[in-house]
Protein backbone atom coordinates (compact mmCIF):
# COMPACT_ATOMS: atom_id res chain seq x y z
CA UNK A 1 0.00 0.00 0.00
CA UNK A 2 1.39 3.74 -0.50
CA UNK A 3 1.46 5.94 2.38
CA UNK A 4 -1.74 7.92 0.99
CA UNK A 5 -3.86 4.68 0.80
CA UNK A 6 -2.27 3.52 4.04
CA UNK A 7 -3.21 6.43 6.05
CA UNK A 8 -6.72 6.55 4.08
CA UNK A 9 -7.15 3.36 5.09
CA UNK A 10 -6.17 3.82 8.72
CA UNK A 11 -8.48 7.05 8.27
CA UNK A 12 -11.81 4.84 7.16
CA UNK A 13 -11.08 2.28 9.61
CA UNK A 14 -11.03 4.76 12.50
CA UNK A 15 -14.33 6.83 11.67
CA UNK A 16 -16.45 4.95 9.20
CA UNK A 17 -19.12 2.71 9.94
CA UNK A 18 -20.14 1.33 6.68
CA UNK A 19 -23.53 0.12 4.94
CA UNK A 20 -23.90 -3.48 4.37
CA UNK A 21 -20.45 -4.39 5.79
CA UNK A 22 -19.46 -6.12 8.58
CA UNK A 23 -17.84 -3.84 10.64
CA UNK A 24 -15.47 -5.55 13.25
CA UNK A 25 -14.01 -7.67 9.84
CA UNK A 26 -13.72 -3.82 8.17
CA UNK A 27 -11.33 -2.96 10.63
CA UNK A 28 -9.20 -5.84 10.07
CA UNK A 29 -9.02 -6.03 6.56
CA UNK A 30 -9.93 -2.41 5.42
CA UNK A 31 -11.08 -0.49 2.71
CA UNK A 32 -10.79 -0.95 -1.07
CA UNK A 33 -10.53 2.79 -1.66
CA UNK A 34 -12.12 3.62 -5.45
CA UNK A 35 -10.27 6.65 -6.80
CA UNK A 36 -11.16 6.99 -10.12
CA UNK A 37 -13.17 5.64 -13.02
CA UNK A 38 -12.78 5.48 -16.82
CA UNK A 39 -15.42 3.98 -18.76
CA UNK A 40 -16.99 0.75 -17.41
CA UNK A 41 -13.72 0.65 -15.42
CA UNK A 42 -12.71 1.68 -12.36
CA UNK A 43 -9.33 1.85 -10.37
CA UNK A 44 -8.59 1.40 -6.85
CA UNK A 45 -6.02 4.17 -4.75
CA UNK A 46 -3.51 1.08 -5.30
CA UNK A 47 -3.99 1.48 -9.27
CA UNK A 48 -5.58 -1.94 -9.87
CA UNK A 49 -8.16 -1.56 -12.59
CA UNK A 50 -11.47 -3.30 -12.58
CA UNK A 51 -14.27 -4.08 -14.82
CA UNK A 52 -17.16 -2.94 -12.92
CA UNK A 53 -19.37 -5.21 -13.58
CA UNK A 54 -22.24 -4.17 -10.84
CA UNK A 55 -22.17 -0.96 -12.70
CA UNK A 56 -21.59 0.69 -9.20
CA UNK A 57 -24.81 -0.54 -7.29
CA UNK A 58 -26.62 -1.55 -10.35
CA UNK A 59 -27.12 2.64 -11.53
CA UNK A 60 -24.35 3.56 -13.64
CA UNK A 61 -25.34 3.16 -17.18
CA UNK A 62 -23.08 5.71 -19.17
CA UNK A 63 -19.92 4.75 -17.40
CA UNK A 64 -17.60 6.32 -15.03
CA UNK A 65 -16.71 9.18 -17.04
CA UNK A 66 -18.77 10.96 -18.89
CA UNK A 67 -17.96 14.43 -19.46
CA UNK A 68 -21.48 15.91 -20.28
CA UNK A 69 -22.77 14.59 -16.78
CA UNK A 70 -19.94 16.32 -15.06
CA UNK A 71 -20.87 20.06 -17.72
CA UNK A 72 -24.46 19.77 -16.66
CA UNK A 73 -23.75 19.82 -13.20
CA UNK A 74 -21.19 22.40 -12.95
CA UNK A 75 -23.65 24.83 -15.37
CA UNK A 76 -25.96 24.36 -12.88
CA UNK A 77 -24.25 24.80 -10.29
CA UNK A 78 -22.66 27.93 -11.53
CA UNK A 79 -26.44 29.04 -12.71
CA UNK A 80 -28.76 28.13 -9.58
CA UNK A 81 -26.99 25.48 -7.34
CA UNK A 82 -30.16 24.95 -5.04
CA UNK A 83 -33.90 25.69 -5.15
CA UNK A 84 -36.57 23.63 -3.14
CA UNK A 85 -39.96 23.22 -4.62
CA UNK A 86 -42.22 23.76 -1.48
CA UNK A 87 -45.13 25.85 -2.00
CA UNK A 88 -45.45 26.17 -5.83
CA UNK A 89 -41.51 27.02 -6.21
CA UNK A 90 -40.29 25.44 -9.33
CA UNK A 91 -37.30 24.92 -11.17
CA UNK A 92 -36.33 24.40 -15.38
CA UNK A 93 -34.63 21.36 -14.33
CA UNK A 94 -37.00 19.80 -12.25
CA UNK A 95 -39.98 20.88 -14.56
CA UNK A 96 -37.98 19.18 -17.48
CA UNK A 97 -37.24 15.95 -16.14
CA UNK A 98 -40.62 15.90 -15.19
CA UNK A 99 -41.70 16.21 -18.59
CA UNK A 100 -39.17 13.96 -19.82
CA UNK A 101 -40.48 10.68 -17.46
CA UNK A 102 -44.39 11.48 -18.46
CA UNK A 103 -42.69 11.10 -21.96
CA UNK A 104 -40.97 7.86 -21.70
CA UNK A 105 -43.08 6.15 -18.88
CA UNK A 106 -45.80 3.81 -20.01
CA UNK A 107 -48.78 5.94 -21.16
CA UNK A 108 -51.01 6.08 -18.07
CA UNK A 109 -48.18 7.50 -16.14
CA UNK A 110 -48.67 11.68 -15.63
CA UNK A 111 -47.47 13.30 -12.95
CA UNK A 112 -43.81 13.21 -11.28
CA UNK A 113 -42.85 13.37 -7.43
CA UNK A 114 -39.09 13.47 -6.79
CA UNK A 115 -37.15 12.37 -3.82
CA UNK A 116 -33.13 11.41 -3.35
CA UNK A 117 -33.38 7.83 -3.09
CA UNK A 118 -35.14 4.76 -3.26
CA UNK A 119 -35.79 4.08 -0.61
CA UNK A 120 -37.55 7.68 0.11
CA UNK A 121 -39.82 7.15 -3.34
CA UNK A 122 -40.44 4.14 -1.91
CA UNK A 123 -41.16 6.11 1.96
CA UNK A 124 -43.15 8.64 -0.31
CA UNK A 125 -45.31 5.62 -2.39
CA UNK A 126 -46.74 4.71 1.35
CA UNK A 127 -47.39 7.71 2.24
CA UNK A 128 -49.47 8.57 -0.71
CA UNK A 129 -50.90 5.40 -0.71
CA UNK A 130 -52.32 6.16 2.83
CA UNK A 131 -52.96 9.96 2.05
CA UNK A 132 -55.01 8.65 -1.21
CA UNK A 133 -57.14 5.70 0.50
CA UNK A 134 -58.08 8.11 3.55
CA UNK A 135 -58.92 11.01 1.04
CA UNK A 136 -61.29 8.83 -0.58
CA UNK A 137 -62.92 7.68 2.70
CA UNK A 138 -61.25 3.83 3.11
CA UNK A 139 -59.03 4.04 6.05
CA UNK A 140 -59.02 0.33 6.03
CA UNK A 141 -57.02 -0.10 2.98
CA UNK A 142 -53.61 0.07 3.52
CA UNK A 143 -51.83 -2.94 3.51
CA UNK A 144 -49.27 -3.52 0.88
CA UNK A 145 -48.49 -7.02 -0.68
CA UNK A 146 -44.49 -7.06 -1.54
CA UNK A 147 -42.98 -10.55 -2.01
CA UNK A 148 -39.93 -12.41 0.14
CA UNK A 149 -36.49 -11.49 -1.63
CA UNK A 150 -38.36 -8.45 -2.70
CA UNK A 151 -35.61 -4.95 -2.66
CA UNK A 152 -37.62 -1.66 -1.98
CA UNK A 153 -34.74 -0.35 0.48
CA UNK A 154 -34.12 0.54 4.19
CA UNK A 155 -36.01 3.10 5.43
CA UNK A 156 -38.95 1.76 8.06
CA UNK A 157 -41.62 1.86 5.33
CA UNK A 158 -39.45 0.67 2.62
CA UNK A 159 -37.40 -1.65 4.73
CA UNK A 160 -40.63 -2.92 5.75
CA UNK A 161 -41.73 -3.67 1.73
CA UNK A 162 -37.97 -5.49 1.68
CA UNK A 163 -38.34 -8.65 2.27
CA UNK A 164 -34.72 -9.86 3.36
CA UNK A 165 -34.36 -11.22 7.05
CA UNK A 166 -31.32 -8.90 6.97
CA UNK A 167 -33.28 -6.13 7.21
CA UNK A 168 -35.30 -6.83 9.34
CA UNK A 169 -33.79 -8.73 11.86
CA UNK A 170 -33.34 -6.59 14.84
CA UNK A 171 -34.48 -3.67 13.03
CA UNK A 172 -37.85 -4.04 14.42
CA UNK A 173 -39.16 -4.16 10.52
CA UNK A 174 -42.19 -4.82 9.39
CA UNK A 175 -42.92 -1.61 10.98
CA UNK A 176 -46.54 -0.77 8.60
CA UNK A 177 -48.81 -3.61 7.36
CA UNK A 178 -46.75 -5.66 4.53
CA UNK A 179 -48.05 -9.23 3.55
CA UNK A 180 -44.82 -11.09 1.54
CA UNK A 181 -45.75 -13.80 -0.94
CA UNK A 182 -43.57 -16.42 -2.15
CA UNK A 183 -40.84 -15.37 -3.96
CA UNK A 184 -41.55 -15.73 -7.92
CA UNK A 185 -38.21 -18.57 -8.18
CA UNK A 186 -39.33 -21.45 -10.21
CA UNK A 187 -35.86 -23.24 -9.38
CA UNK A 188 -35.34 -22.50 -5.94
CA UNK A 189 -39.05 -22.60 -4.78
CA UNK A 190 -40.89 -25.04 -6.94
CA UNK A 191 -41.93 -28.37 -5.50
CA UNK A 192 -40.04 -30.64 -6.68
CA UNK A 193 -41.48 -32.27 -10.64
CA UNK A 194 -43.54 -28.88 -10.36
CA UNK A 195 -43.69 -27.16 -13.75
CA UNK A 196 -42.85 -24.01 -13.98
CA UNK A 197 -46.56 -23.58 -15.61
CA UNK A 198 -48.30 -25.25 -12.37
CA UNK A 199 -45.67 -22.90 -9.84
CA UNK A 200 -46.65 -19.94 -11.41
CA UNK A 201 -50.87 -20.57 -11.23
CA UNK A 202 -49.57 -22.25 -7.85
CA UNK A 203 -48.44 -18.19 -6.85
CA UNK A 204 -51.32 -16.84 -8.49
CA UNK A 205 -53.46 -18.90 -6.28
CA UNK A 206 -51.79 -17.96 -3.04
CA UNK A 207 -51.86 -14.58 -3.67
CA UNK A 208 -55.72 -14.55 -4.23
CA UNK A 209 -55.97 -16.60 -1.49
CA UNK A 210 -54.29 -14.39 0.66
CA UNK A 211 -55.79 -11.20 -0.57
CA UNK A 212 -59.11 -13.24 0.09
CA UNK A 213 -57.98 -14.12 4.00
CA UNK A 214 -56.90 -10.42 4.69
CA UNK A 215 -60.01 -8.94 3.35
CA UNK A 216 -59.76 -6.74 -0.05
CA UNK A 217 -61.03 -3.52 1.45
CA UNK A 218 -57.64 -3.56 3.82
CA UNK A 219 -55.12 -4.05 0.99
CA UNK A 220 -53.93 -1.29 -1.05
CA UNK A 221 -51.05 -2.03 -3.44
CA UNK A 222 -48.95 -4.71 -4.89
CA UNK A 223 -45.28 -3.63 -5.40
CA UNK A 224 -42.76 -5.62 -6.85
CA UNK A 225 -39.23 -5.41 -9.18
CA UNK A 226 -40.22 -6.91 -12.60
CA UNK A 227 -37.40 -8.45 -12.11
CA UNK A 228 -35.72 -8.75 -8.56
CA UNK A 229 -32.20 -7.37 -8.18
CA UNK A 230 -30.55 -7.27 -5.01
CA UNK A 231 -32.53 -10.44 -3.68
CA UNK A 232 -30.58 -12.31 -6.04
CA UNK A 233 -31.70 -11.61 -9.74
CA UNK A 234 -34.80 -13.39 -10.22
CA UNK A 235 -37.03 -13.56 -13.45
CA UNK A 236 -40.27 -14.51 -12.85
CA UNK A 237 -41.80 -16.90 -14.63
CA UNK A 238 -43.94 -16.63 -17.93
CA UNK A 239 -47.87 -15.59 -17.21
CA UNK A 240 -46.55 -14.70 -13.62
CA UNK A 241 -47.07 -10.43 -14.22
CA UNK A 242 -49.92 -10.68 -16.52
CA UNK A 243 -51.63 -12.78 -13.45
CA UNK A 244 -50.90 -10.24 -10.38
CA UNK A 245 -52.25 -7.81 -12.83
CA UNK A 246 -54.99 -9.04 -13.42
CA UNK A 247 -55.63 -10.17 -9.47
CA UNK A 248 -54.91 -6.47 -8.74
CA UNK A 249 -57.54 -5.21 -10.73
CA UNK A 250 -60.07 -7.28 -9.80
CA UNK A 251 -59.53 -6.62 -6.21
CA UNK A 252 -59.05 -2.89 -6.73
CA UNK A 253 -55.15 -3.06 -5.09
CA UNK A 254 -52.82 -0.59 -6.98
CA UNK A 255 -49.56 -1.97 -8.58
CA UNK A 256 -46.33 -0.44 -7.84
CA UNK A 257 -43.68 -1.00 -10.41
CA UNK A 258 -40.16 -0.51 -8.47
CA UNK A 259 -38.12 -0.40 -11.54
CA UNK A 260 -34.99 1.46 -9.53
CA UNK A 261 -32.74 -1.22 -10.74
CA UNK A 262 -34.82 -1.97 -14.30
CA UNK A 263 -35.47 1.19 -15.46
CA UNK A 264 -34.00 2.94 -18.33
CA UNK A 265 -33.05 0.01 -20.15
CA UNK A 266 -31.31 -2.91 -18.11
CA UNK A 267 -33.66 -5.69 -19.59
CA UNK A 268 -33.68 -4.86 -23.06
CA UNK A 269 -36.64 -2.40 -22.93
CA UNK A 270 -36.96 1.37 -21.12
CA UNK A 271 -38.82 -0.16 -18.85
CA UNK A 272 -39.13 -3.63 -16.90
CA UNK A 273 -42.97 -3.69 -17.03
CA UNK A 274 -43.02 -3.32 -20.57
CA UNK A 275 -40.57 -6.66 -21.25
CA UNK A 276 -43.04 -8.58 -18.69
CA UNK A 277 -46.23 -7.37 -19.77
CA UNK A 278 -48.27 -5.35 -17.34
CA UNK A 279 -49.10 -1.40 -16.13
CA UNK A 280 -48.30 -0.38 -13.12
CA UNK A 281 -50.42 2.63 -11.39
CA UNK A 282 -46.99 3.63 -9.53
CA UNK A 283 -43.86 3.61 -11.27
CA UNK A 284 -40.83 3.99 -9.03
CA UNK A 285 -37.23 4.95 -10.83
CA UNK A 286 -34.18 5.95 -9.56
CA UNK A 287 -30.22 4.72 -10.02
CA UNK A 288 -29.78 4.79 -13.32
CA UNK A 289 -32.05 7.91 -13.57
CA UNK A 290 -28.80 9.80 -13.09
CA UNK A 291 -26.43 6.83 -13.62
CA UNK A 292 -26.18 7.45 -10.14
CA UNK A 293 -23.72 10.72 -10.48
CA UNK A 294 -25.96 12.44 -8.62
CA UNK A 295 -28.63 11.33 -5.82
CA UNK A 296 -32.10 11.23 -7.29
CA UNK A 297 -35.22 9.45 -7.92
CA UNK A 298 -38.65 9.69 -9.18
CA UNK A 299 -42.21 8.54 -8.22
CA UNK A 300 -44.13 8.91 -11.23
CA UNK A 301 -48.23 8.26 -10.82
CA UNK A 302 -51.39 8.30 -12.91
CA UNK A 303 -53.42 11.19 -13.37
CA UNK A 304 -56.24 9.38 -10.88
CA UNK A 305 -53.68 9.35 -8.19
CA UNK A 306 -52.90 12.53 -8.84
CA UNK A 307 -55.70 14.05 -8.80
CA UNK A 308 -57.72 12.38 -5.29
CA UNK A 309 -53.86 13.39 -3.59
CA UNK A 310 -54.77 17.26 -5.15
CA UNK A 311 -58.20 17.43 -4.08
CA UNK A 312 -56.91 16.04 -0.74
CA UNK A 313 -54.53 18.47 -0.88
CA UNK A 314 -56.70 21.61 -1.66
CA UNK A 315 -59.25 20.16 1.45
CA UNK A 316 -56.59 20.51 3.73
CA UNK A 317 -54.51 23.66 2.53
CA UNK A 318 -51.23 21.74 1.59
CA UNK A 319 -49.71 18.21 0.87
CA UNK A 320 -47.78 17.71 4.18
CA UNK A 321 -45.05 15.70 2.35
CA UNK A 322 -41.54 16.43 0.67
CA UNK A 323 -37.87 16.73 0.95
CA UNK A 324 -35.63 19.63 1.35
CA UNK A 325 -33.94 18.61 -1.79
CA UNK A 326 -37.20 17.27 -3.45
CA UNK A 327 -36.49 18.28 -7.44
CA UNK A 328 -33.05 19.62 -6.32
CA UNK A 329 -31.65 21.74 -9.96
CA UNK A 330 -28.42 19.96 -9.68
CA UNK A 331 -29.60 16.66 -9.66
CA UNK A 332 -32.40 16.49 -12.26
CA UNK A 333 -29.89 18.64 -14.82
CA UNK A 334 -27.64 15.80 -14.40
CA UNK A 335 -30.86 13.19 -14.65
CA UNK A 336 -31.83 14.80 -17.91
CA UNK A 337 -28.61 14.71 -19.50
CA UNK A 338 -28.34 11.17 -18.53
CA UNK A 339 -31.43 10.43 -20.22
CA UNK A 340 -30.40 12.20 -23.21
CA UNK A 341 -27.20 9.94 -23.38
CA UNK A 342 -29.06 6.09 -23.16
CA UNK A 343 -31.48 7.87 -26.23
CA UNK A 344 -28.76 9.24 -28.40
CA UNK A 345 -26.75 6.41 -28.22
CA UNK A 346 -29.46 4.29 -28.25
CA UNK A 347 -28.13 2.15 -24.98
CA UNK A 348 -31.55 0.55 -24.21
CA UNK A 349 -31.01 -1.05 -27.91
CA UNK A 350 -27.37 -1.87 -26.93
CA UNK A 351 -28.70 -3.63 -24.05
CA UNK A 352 -31.23 -5.78 -25.86
CA UNK A 353 -28.11 -6.36 -28.68
CA UNK A 354 -25.77 -7.51 -26.16
CA UNK A 355 -28.15 -9.72 -23.97
CA UNK A 356 -28.27 -12.91 -26.03
CA UNK A 357 -23.69 -12.67 -25.86
CA UNK A 358 -23.95 -12.21 -22.09
CA UNK A 359 -26.45 -14.60 -21.03
CA UNK A 360 -25.09 -17.54 -22.83
CA UNK A 361 -21.82 -16.54 -22.05
CA UNK A 362 -22.73 -17.10 -18.72
CA UNK A 363 -24.81 -20.00 -18.99
CA UNK A 364 -22.33 -21.99 -20.39
CA UNK A 365 -20.70 -21.81 -16.51
CA UNK A 366 -23.84 -23.44 -15.49
CA UNK A 367 -21.98 -27.22 -16.20
CA UNK A 368 -19.20 -25.87 -13.34
CA UNK A 369 -19.51 -28.20 -10.19
CA UNK A 370 -20.23 -25.32 -8.01
CA UNK A 371 -23.22 -23.76 -9.63
CA UNK A 372 -26.75 -24.28 -8.96
CA UNK A 373 -28.14 -21.98 -11.68
CA UNK A 374 -26.95 -19.43 -13.77
CA UNK A 375 -30.18 -16.69 -14.36
CA UNK A 376 -30.66 -13.26 -15.72
CA UNK A 377 -32.42 -11.15 -18.51
CA UNK A 378 -31.22 -8.33 -20.68
CA UNK A 379 -28.08 -6.89 -19.25
CA UNK A 380 -28.65 -8.45 -15.74
CA UNK A 381 -27.36 -11.77 -14.57
CA UNK A 382 -26.83 -14.07 -11.48
CA UNK A 383 -24.70 -17.17 -10.87
CA UNK A 384 -25.71 -18.99 -7.56
CA UNK A 385 -23.24 -21.51 -5.61
CA UNK A 386 -24.44 -24.90 -3.99
CA UNK A 387 -23.06 -27.03 -1.91
CA UNK A 388 -24.62 -29.91 -3.62
CA UNK A 389 -26.13 -29.52 -7.70
CA UNK A 390 -28.40 -32.52 -7.32
CA UNK A 391 -30.23 -31.35 -4.46
CA UNK A 392 -29.23 -27.56 -4.60
CA UNK A 393 -28.43 -27.73 -1.00
CA UNK A 394 -26.63 -24.22 -0.09
CA UNK A 395 -23.65 -23.92 1.82
CA UNK A 396 -23.30 -23.52 5.45
CA UNK A 397 -23.01 -20.86 6.33
CA UNK A 398 -24.50 -18.82 3.62
CA UNK A 399 -22.01 -16.30 2.21
CA UNK A 400 -18.44 -17.65 2.91
CA UNK A 401 -17.75 -19.00 -0.32
CA UNK A 402 -20.11 -16.24 -2.30
CA UNK A 403 -17.27 -13.51 -0.84
CA UNK A 404 -14.66 -16.23 -0.96
CA UNK A 405 -15.84 -16.24 -4.91
CA UNK A 406 -16.35 -11.89 -5.19
CA UNK A 407 -12.77 -11.41 -4.05
CA UNK A 408 -11.46 -13.83 -6.50
CA UNK A 409 -13.21 -11.96 -9.47
CA UNK A 410 -11.83 -8.58 -7.83
CA UNK A 411 -8.24 -10.30 -7.63
CA UNK A 412 -9.07 -10.75 -11.70
CA UNK A 413 -10.18 -7.71 -12.33
CA UNK A 414 -14.00 -8.19 -12.22
CA UNK A 415 -16.05 -6.57 -9.45
CA UNK A 416 -19.46 -8.47 -9.19
CA UNK A 417 -21.70 -8.14 -5.56
CA UNK A 418 -21.90 -11.21 -3.93
CA UNK A 419 -25.69 -11.84 -2.17
CA UNK A 420 -25.22 -14.29 -0.40
CA UNK A 421 -23.43 -17.43 -2.79
CA UNK A 422 -25.43 -15.72 -5.43
CA UNK A 423 -22.99 -13.51 -7.89
CA UNK A 424 -24.88 -11.16 -9.55
CA UNK A 425 -23.89 -8.74 -12.67
CA UNK A 426 -25.10 -5.50 -13.69
CA UNK A 427 -22.46 -3.96 -16.08
CA UNK A 428 -23.17 -0.15 -17.10
CA UNK A 429 -25.06 -0.06 -20.53
CA UNK A 430 -22.27 1.37 -22.77
CA UNK A 431 -20.49 -2.17 -22.68
CA UNK A 432 -19.41 -3.45 -25.94
CA UNK A 433 -18.72 -7.32 -27.07
CA UNK A 434 -15.28 -7.14 -26.15
CA UNK A 435 -16.18 -5.96 -22.53
CA UNK A 436 -18.58 -8.95 -22.46
CA UNK A 437 -16.11 -11.60 -23.43
CA UNK A 438 -13.66 -10.09 -21.10
CA UNK A 439 -16.28 -10.10 -18.05
CA UNK A 440 -17.19 -13.92 -19.29
CA UNK A 441 -14.02 -14.48 -18.61
CA UNK A 442 -12.66 -13.06 -15.47
CA UNK A 443 -16.01 -14.73 -14.11
CA UNK A 444 -15.14 -18.47 -15.32
CA UNK A 445 -11.81 -17.99 -13.56
CA UNK A 446 -12.91 -16.54 -10.15
CA UNK A 447 -15.58 -19.76 -10.28
CA UNK A 448 -12.70 -22.09 -11.22
CA UNK A 449 -11.01 -20.78 -8.68
CA UNK A 450 -13.60 -21.09 -5.91
CA UNK A 451 -14.01 -24.70 -6.78
CA UNK A 452 -10.30 -25.18 -6.73
CA UNK A 453 -10.43 -23.39 -3.57
CA UNK A 454 -13.99 -25.01 -1.72
CA UNK A 455 -12.35 -28.41 -2.20
CA UNK A 456 -9.19 -27.57 -0.40
CA UNK A 457 -11.33 -26.18 2.36
CA UNK A 458 -13.72 -29.38 2.13
CA UNK A 459 -16.57 -27.73 1.42
CA UNK A 460 -17.22 -29.66 -1.17
N1 LIG B 1 -35.68 -0.42 -4.87
C1 LIG B 1 -34.85 -1.23 -5.54
C2 LIG B 1 -35.42 -2.18 -6.55
C3 LIG B 1 -33.47 -1.17 -5.30
O1 LIG B 1 -32.65 -1.99 -5.95
C4 LIG B 1 -32.98 -0.25 -4.36
C5 LIG B 1 -31.49 -0.10 -4.10
N2 LIG B 1 -30.69 -1.16 -4.40
C6 LIG B 1 -33.90 0.56 -3.68
C7 LIG B 1 -35.23 0.46 -3.97
C8 LIG B 1 -33.44 1.54 -2.66
O2 LIG B 1 -32.75 2.57 -3.22
P1 LIG B 1 -31.72 3.46 -2.34
O3 LIG B 1 -30.57 2.58 -2.00
O4 LIG B 1 -31.40 4.58 -3.27
O5 LIG B 1 -32.47 3.94 -1.15
Redesign the pocket.
Known amino acids: MTKLSNSLAAADIAHSLHPYTNARAHERNGPIIMARGAGVHVYDSEGKEYIEGLAG???VAVGFSEPRLAEAAARQMAELPFYHTFAGKANEPAIRLAEKLVEMTPDPLTRVFFT???????DTVVKLVWFMMNAQGRPKKKKFLSRHK??????VA?GSL?GLPVNHRDFDLPAIPVVHLTCPHHWRFGHPGESEAAFTARLLREAEETILAEDPDTIAAFIG?PV???GGVIVPPEGYWEGIEALCRRYDILIVA?????GFGRLGTTFGCERMGFTPDIL?T??QLTSSYM?L?AVVMTEAIYDVIADHSDKLGTLGHGFTASGHPVATAVGLENLKIIEERDLVGNAARLAPSFQNGLRAFADLPLVGEVRGMGLIAAIELVADKATKRSFDPLGRVGARAAAFAAEEGLICRALGDTLALCPPLIVTDADIARIIARMGRAITRTGDWAKAEGLV
Open positions: LWSNSGSEANGYHGITSTEMGADEVINVSKPA
